[in-house]
């Protein structure tokens, strides 16, 4: 066990954001049509995570015209590019499906506020933006090395 241990551990993504159940995120993922990649973004509400390790989910779920729409992202997974806290939730359940029945404004989660949260949630995406940049350089650096070789 400790070797599958040891072979997930080198698939964390590093700098991966943490963020809680309930809040409303943006996540920006890598699509790649053909050879062209380019960032979509999806918002939404996160409303579930699942599993340990390098198998850890998150769900987020939006509404897009009128339909709900509920997307499972891998946590560590390379195509992530960043994600960005919209505003934080304030839940009392670790899983939000209840939401799923919920129409209109029954379906909306409570904002937490204050000064201190407010500026929590700058730090976590200022954390968030330059973790991404980094990865970003170190990814055209190694195309760079590639297209060289």
């Known amino acids: 066990m400790d070797l599958i241990k040891a072979i997930e551990e080198t698939q964390k993504r590093p700098g991966a954001q943490d963020f809680n159940i309930g809040d ?40 897009s015209y009128g339909v709900g ?36 404004k029954d379906a909306k989660v409570k904002t937490r506020v204050g000064a201190k949260v407010s500026a929590e949630i700058a730090a976590r995406n200022a954390r968030a933006a330059e973790a991404a940049a980094a990865n970003e350089a170190a990814a055209k650096a190694a195309a760079a090395a590639s297209t060289e070789a």
Do not use: H, M
Not at 27 to 37: A, L, S
Not at 40 to 60: D, H, L, M, P, S
Not at 78 to 101: E, F, H, N
């Open 69 to 104: 729409v509920e997307r499972v992202f891998p946590y560590n997974s390379p195509r992530i590019v960043k994600v960005d806290i919209v505003k934080p939730g304030k839940v009392r359940r670790a899983k939000l499906y209840y939401l799923r029945d919920k129409i209109g």
């Open 24 to 63: 409303t995120v943006k996540v920006y993922f890598k699509i790649v049509e053909g050879k062209t990649e380019r960032i979509q973004i999806y918002e939404g509400i996160v409303i579930c995570k699942k599993n340990e390790g390098a198998r850890r989910t998150f769900t987020v779920r939006k509404i």
